[in-house]
Structures are given as structure tokens and as C-alpha cells.
Nanobody, 114 residues
Framework: QVQVVESGGGLVQAGGSLRLSCLVS????????LAWYRQAPGKMRELVAT???????NYGDSVKGRFTISRANSKNTVYLQMDSLKPEDTAVYYC????????WGQGTQVTVSS
């Protein structure tokens, strides 16, 4: 059974950086697409970034140029490097494993203070 666990969230000042990690266990990792989503209070869940098994990346318009998604297949881990953070980036960030079926993590809170 595939499990997805995010880590790395926290409180940071505007302009700062954070790196989120997502560990996937219990399944084949390297060939599947991974994604980061976020959801702020009162808002719909929003796609932040995706990375395919061959490393092709895609970003939401609101984070382009500031966030970087990457993966380490040897560690079954996907990362989200977040730079130049803004208060509007405050949200719960979720990792999504797009395998034979979708698996979601429990989320990690990111709070950016102004």
C-alpha cells in the first residue's frame, strides 16, 4: 500500500525560503508523476507543480520563477524548493502521487508572515 508523507512546512517571513519534502513508500516511484498542490483557507485546492518520471516539470502561474520541483528517485522523494515567498503562499501543501491510483499525503502547513 502506497503511503505519502510530507514534511518541511513552517513559519517564514516574506522573502524567505522553505523546502518541502515528500516521501513515497510502498510502491514503484521512479516512473510516475508527482505533484504538489496547496489549499488556503476558504479557497479551492490549487496545483503548484508537477514532475514526471523523466523529470519534465510544470508550474502554476502564481509560482513560476519562484518555486522549483525536483525528485530523487534513489530516495523515493520529491522536493519543492520555495523561494521569494509571499504571504499569499500561505496554505496547506499536499503531495500527490499519480500512480496506478492517486494517493495524497496529509499535508504540511506553510505560513508566510508579512
Amino acid at each position: 500500500q502506497v503511503q505519502v508523507v510530507e514534511s518541511g512546512g513552517g513559519l517564514v517571513q516574506a522573502g524567505g525560503s522553505l523546502r518541502l519534502s515528500c516521501l513515497v513508500s510502498g510502491g514503484i516511484f521512479s516512473i510516475y508523476t508527482l505533484a504538489w498542490y496547496r489549499q488556503a483557507p476558504g479557497k479551492m485546492r490549487e496545483l503548484v507543480a508537477t514532475i514526471t518520471g523523466i523529470g519534465t516539470t510544470n508550474y502554476g502561474d502564481s509560482v513560476k520563477g519562484r518555486f522549483t520541483i525536483s525528485r530523487a528517485n534513489s530516495k523515493n522523494t520529491v522536493y519543492l524548493q520555495m523561494d521569494s515567498l509571499k504571504p499569499e503562499d500561505t496554505a496547506v501543501y499536499y503531495c500527490n502521487f499519480r500512480g496506478p491510483y492517486d494517493v495524497w499525503g496529509q499535508g504540511t502547513q506553510v505560513t508566510v508572515s508579512s
